[in-house]
């Protein structure tokens, strides 16, 4: 009883091990979006930024260390962390838009209100 | 045989348990992840803007809810909450993104409207004062001739013998410049004339300099150099006799000569 009962931990834990290959192409997915995030500019102080590259910094980590599951699992948390930031600040840079466009407008509208 | 089989009993079941607490945490971010779900598949905005997202954020929820229910999976159900709940901010974003652009382009759109009217306006009151600005030059100091529209400034403008304008010209300069900004198709030759005192040549250089000085200020003001011609005719084409002071007078001055509305300019004299 106590042997099977061992037997098939031992062998639910292989199939754990077997089943997570080392994840390479989700590390430069995760890099990648970090890269995007960035390029439409992202300022290192941001905290959800230093989030997402702590992520990073642990999904690399864990990658050396040659745990392939944690790795993944800290790179693909990552990844839509930095997908959220950069969403964030194309937000942020349109509602920025609005109001100078909104702005211009009144100006605009009060130019023309005192012609006759 | 039968203690042994309760000691296994009761270990598993102490295993079971201290699943259950991982369990917890798991489970509290399942719910969690649930409900960001449910109100996000409800937005019929988010779902029409960023169906992907929404798609995504269902897939790794269902995968969340498929681990929960395998033993000691407490890692995997949270991991994947955490993803769906990520895909459901992102496609909000989206969305907004999505919304903000239509209110941009609506916003753009009235701008460029209200830039038209402004423009139209502005022409209009140009138009009136420019022609109300002809009036005044041509019933204050210009005359048609064959040569065109002629304005002659007397000697107002210089001193005897000196090619610098008189501070009391500045008012008259400013008019033509105000004249030429109002009418950017005219274009001008100054024309400088002395009297008949002193050598002929120095007078020809005298002219020209005083007609030059005129053209600088409107240069200096803005006015394009190649809109504006300048000469000295020195003592020719006197207006009056030299005899007497009074025609000397007459003869020292400047004349602007306006080209039609088409930036036709008469020829220099001969």
Redesign the interface.
Known sequence: MTLRLCAVLALSLLAGCASDPAPTAQLQLTEEALQQAHAVGADAEQEDLRVAEAGLAAAREAFAREEYREARMFAERAELDARLVEARILTAKSSAQIAELKSRIRQLRTELGGRP | MRL??IR?LLWLGLAALGGCAAHGDARQALEQARSDYEQLAADDAVLASAPKDVVRAGESLARAERLSSYWGSG?DVA?YA??SQ??G??AR??S??VA??R??ER??Q??DG??Q??RE?KLL?VQQQSSWLEEQMDSLATMPTERGLVMTLGDVLFDTGRAELKSSANRIVLKLYQFLTLNPQRVVRIEGYTDSRGPAAENVELSRARAQTVADVLIDLGIEAKRIEVQGYGEAFPLAANASAQGRAQNRRVEIVFSDDQGQLSPPRE
């Open positions: 042994a089989k296994v890692e991991h955490y993803l990520r895909y901010a992102i974003e989206h907004r993104q903000q652009q209110q941009l916003l753009q009235e701008r209200l830039e009217a402004l306006a009151s």
